[in-house]
Each structure stands twice: as C-alpha cells, then as structure tokens.
C-alpha cells in the first residue's frame, strides 16, 4: 500500500500530448452496456456473496494535486509538397528548336521555354486564312445580291424597275449620274505643254450646234504623243457645264490662248453607274426617285427569294467553317511555342535543344515547383474533426532537420472522408511559408494546439469520475466539502469543474486545492478499476448513475477507464 502512495507536495510539471487516441468501438461500448445492466441487476448478490474479496483485491492509486502546464493537441506525419507543381508536356511533334533555361532556374509564368519546328502548321494556317477570305468575299457577295446597292454618289436619273416586280440576275435596277458636267480631251499642234495651265479658260465649238461653250482646263499632258500622221500633239482637258441638250453623240473643237484644237474630240459626260440585280427575286423596299441625290454605299432595294436566302446561308456556313478552321491551325500553331504555366523552379528537364519530340504522353518536357510555400495533408480521427478550423496553427518537425520547429496554419478542412477498419479519417491541408532547411518530399510530423493552460492545477485523468465527482483522502483540506456518497474507507467524494486535459492530466478549475490527495482505483493486477472495480469499491452512488457527463478535453483516460474508480457506475 506504501508503495501505491505518492507525494502530496505540488510540483511544476511540463506535459504536451502528442496523440489523442480516444476511440472506444461501437462494439465496446455496446459490451460494456450490458455489462452495466447485468452488474446493476445483480449489485446485491455481488454484495453479498464477494463484497470482503472484492474490498480486498481493490488497490488506489494516490496522486496529489499538481501545477502544471497542459496541452490538448492532434498529430499526424505527413509528406511535404511544393505549393504547386506542373508537368511540362506538349501534344505537337516536332523538333526543338530552341530552349531558354537550364534545370534549377526560377521562370515566371507565360515565359517562353521552348520553341519547335512549325514550318507545317504555318502553311496550314496560311491555308486556312486564305479559305476564310475566300468565304468572307462570298458571303459579302451574297448579302449586296440580296441588298444592292450604290457604287457611285451623285444623281439618280433613271428608275427601270418597281417594289413588287420579280427580276433575274442582270436586269438593270437604276442609273446613277456623277455630276452635270462635260469633259473633253482637246489635242492641240505645235504647242508646249507650258503654254497651257490648269484654270486656263477655254472656248468649246460644239460640232451642229451654234454658239459656245465656256470651259475650263482641268489638267495638261506631261508629255506629247504623235498623231497617225506623225505630228506632235499635246493633250489638254476641259472640263464644261452641260446645258442640258449635250450627249455624248456629240464632239467639239476649242481654243486655248492663241491655239486652235486639232481636229475634234467626243464629248465624255460625267461619271455614270447602271446598278443590276445579281441574283433572282422580288424586288421590295425599293423608295428612290429620279432626281434623287445618292451617296456611294446607300441601299438601293432589297432582292427577296428563297435563291438568295440560300445563297447568304450557305455563305454563313461556309464562313463559319473556315473561321474555325483557322482558328484551329492558330491554335496548334500556338502550341509549338511553350511557355511556363506556372511561376517556380525547374526540377528537371527532359528535353533539350535539337531533339525531336513526339507529341502525347511522351511528350514530357520538364517539371515546375512552385516553392514559394510547401504543404502537407494531416489525417485526423473523426473524433477530433469538429476540432479542427481553418486558421489555427500548426508545429512541424522534421527528423531532416535536428532541433527546429516551423510554424504552418490550416489552410482547408475537407470534408471528404476516408474510412478504414471501421475508423473515419479527414484531411486537413497545412501551409508552412518560413521552409528554410525543409525540401518537398520530406517526412514531416505536425501537431495543431486546441487548447493550453499553464501553471494550472491537475490531477491524473482517472482521478475524475462520471458526474464529475473524485475521491479525495478523507485527511484532504478539501473534504471538508465531500458529497453525501458512500465511499470506501479512508476517502471522500468531492464535485470537481474540469478544463483543459490532454492524455494523461486534466486541469481543475475548482473544488480541488493544493494539499489534496486524490485517489482512483487499480485492481490486484495493476490493471485499471472499470466496472467491476467500481461495483466491488462501493457500487451505484446515491441518486443513481452520475450526471454531468465527461470532463472537459473527452472521457478521461488512464488507471480509472470508464467510471475511473468508485462511483464511476
């Protein structure tokens, strides 16, 4: 008995738990239920039949109320991983023709790393951008034949069609006059071109009509030309107005200073357009009038049918099709430059230049690492899961690197579980930003803080009962406040507040003072008291089961298990 009994002196003690292995099986709390049933039902028969044996067999364990520091944590090892990490790969063939970094090198992301042979996708982009100006122009075609329209701006001086009138490719819509104007090409003997001047007035003979013309010269030849009979001409252009009875059947002579006109010329009227249909329908939305001024580009009508409705169509389409086309060979034109899709350092390179690559899964390049942080994944009980919150802060080691310890933080809590033996797992992502000394690949062991108190009173974890209830020596200066609870001889129950405890101790908050001396049950075998223990050392308490439910940081562990001592149920 000497022996089971421990100093009542408090001493300054250091715990911090490692790993909390909490986890009773479903199947052993359904056993021990029933063993609680039956030990409940057959209390007095136990009493009575072996109550001295079992008084006797029952040994304390004695423990006095310390100061402490306690840590309630999870752990887990893991395995490090960069930030982020990209395979290089490629899906065109082709030669390397250049590479711009060695293995070890810190690139940005968009950088150019490779380049290859893309001599053929060249020219099958330069196809398809051909095809697609093809089909550009064909569509265009298509829609000016369902909405003609004006090549030339000025006067509208016939109308040969109306809204309602079916036409066929060719038929003649309307005529377009440029301006008013004559225009004559006038050829002049024995002259230099300096003798001749833009602005130059100029009087107009028309051939059968009497009296003249004022005009104007426009432009002067910089050269001469030689008539059929050998002579030296100089061309001067005049430009007149039309009096209204000019056509162009008619020709005209002029002088010019102190020259006389070779011969006559035919009289050129202003600019003239005849717009024609160029394709077959019905003519609509057709509102012009001779007379009318136009501007080059306005729409004339509109050609409706179900010929040029197919024609635009089938335009669009092909349009469509060479657009993607195209867009295609860009892309894979794209592809034979290679560039970083991520910011990090080389880890290898596998291809180099001058060698040829094939495309597909064989078409490995290098590998990227993004280093700026390193992770790991901790796998935690689903116990302990609701514990766990993003942000918190995490302990790493390494065995790699002696005496240092990281700091990282939670950075995501999945809720994607892996089950195993009837046991559940979640896990939770770390990030550890100051990684000097530590590389990805390394084993790492991690622990998360959930709780902490120092300097605080404790006492072992078996020491607290259900109820929340311990067995202090009746000698204790707190069992002045014992309960009204049968308790074997020698000891008192008192009612506890607990806080934070990690595997092995368990802070006391109150009820507990330094000098006590608590107590928890072990039996003849120095294993733990459990149920029968408890049942053998004074039975069911006063009331009935205990309530309260468990200390706080989970059910206590260690010498007193479920029900810790007497009066655990």
Avoid: H
């Avoid at 293995?103 to 968009?110: F, I, P, R």
């Avoid at 697609?132 to 000025?154: C, H, I, M, R």
């Avoid at 240092?404 to 009837?422: E, M, N």
């Amino acid at each position: 008995m000497e022996e089971a009994l421990q100093t009542r002196e408090p001493v300054q003690k250091e715990n911090t738990s490692r790993f909390r292995l909490k986890r009773l099986k479903k199947k052993t709390v359904a056993l021990l239920l029933a063993a609680v049933l039956v030990l409940c039902a057959g209390g007095v028969a136990l009493r009575s039949m072996g109550g001295q044996q079992a008084e006797a067999a029952a040994v304390y364990q004695e423990a006095a109320v310390e100061t402490r520091n306690i840590t309630n944590s999870l752990s887990s090892s893991g395995t490090l991983q960069p930030a982020d990490s990209y395979t290089v790969t490629t899906l065109v063939s082709g030669e390397v023709l250049s590479d711009t970094f060695e293995e070890g090198d810190l690139v940005e992301e968009g950088q150019l790393l490779y380049t290859l042979d893309s001599s053929d996708a060249a020219t099958s982009q330069t196809q398809a951008q051909n095809s697609v100006t093809q089909a550009q122009k064909s569509y265009t075609q298509a829609l000016e034949a369902k909405y003609p329209t004006a090549d030339l701006t000025g006067t509208v001086s016939e109308v040969y069609v109306k809204n309602g009138e079916s036409v066929s490719a060719g038929t003649e819509l309307l005529r377009i006059v440029g301006d008013d104007d004559l225009y004559f090409n006038f050829l002049f003997t024995y002259a230099n071109n300096s003798d001749f001047y833009i602005g130059q007035p100029a009087t107009i003979y028309i051939s059968g009509m009497a009296g003249t013309l004022s005009g104007t010269v426009t432009e002067v030849s910089s050269g001469t030309t030689a008539s059929d009979t050998g002579k030296q001409l100089t061309t001067v252009r005049v430009k007149a107005a039309n009096p209204g009875l000019i056509t162009s059947s008619y020709t005209a002579s002029a002088s010019i200073g102190n020259y006389i006109s070779y011969g006559t010329v035919p009289v050129e009227l202003g600019e003239v357009s005849v717009v024609t249909a160029s394709t077959s329908g019905k003519v609509t939305d057709l509102d012009w009038l001779a007379g009318d001024s136009i501007s080059s580009g306005d729409r004339i009508c509109t050609i409706s049918g179900t010929s040029v409705d197919d024609q635009i169509d089938n335009a669009q389409i092909s349009l469509n099709n060479a657009q993607t086309t195209l867009q295609n060979a860009q892309d894979k034109l794209s592809d034979y430059q290679i560039t970083a899709p991520i910011s990090g350092t080389v880890i290898t390179k596998t291809a180099k230049a001058g060698d040829k690559i094939e495309g597909g899964s064989s078409g490995t390049l290098c590998t990227i690492y993004d280093l700026s942080y390193l992770e790991m994944t901790m796998s935690i009980d689903e116990l302990d899961i609701s514990a766990v919150a993003v942000g918190q802060t995490v302990n790493i080691t390494a065995d790699a690197v002696e005496g240092q310890t990281y700091t990282g933080v939670v950075t995501k809590v999945s809720v994607a579980g892996t089950t195993s033996g009837g046991i559940t797992t979640y896990p939770v992502t770390v990030r550890i930003d100051e990684t000097d000394g530590l590389l990805p690949g390394m084993n790492v062991d991690a622990e998360i803080v959930l709780e902490e108190a120092s300097g605080v009173m404790a006492i072992p974890n078996g020491a607290v009962n259900r109820g929340n209830t311990v067995l202090v020596t009746a000698d204790s200066p707190s069992a002045v406040n014992a309960l009204d609870q049968e308790a074997p001889e020698g000891y008192v129950y008192v009612s506890v507040e607990t806080g934070v405890s990690d595997e092995s101790y368990i802070q006391i908050l109150s009820g507990l003072q330094e000098g006590d001396t608590v107590a928890y049950l072990q039996t003849s075998s120095g294993g733990s008291g459990m149920m029968m223990g408890a049942a053998m050392g004074g039975g069911m308490p006063s009331g009935g089961m205990p309530s309260g439910g468990m200390p706080s940081g989970g059910m206590p562990s260690g010498g007193g298990g479920m029900g810790g001592g007497p009066g655990g149920f």
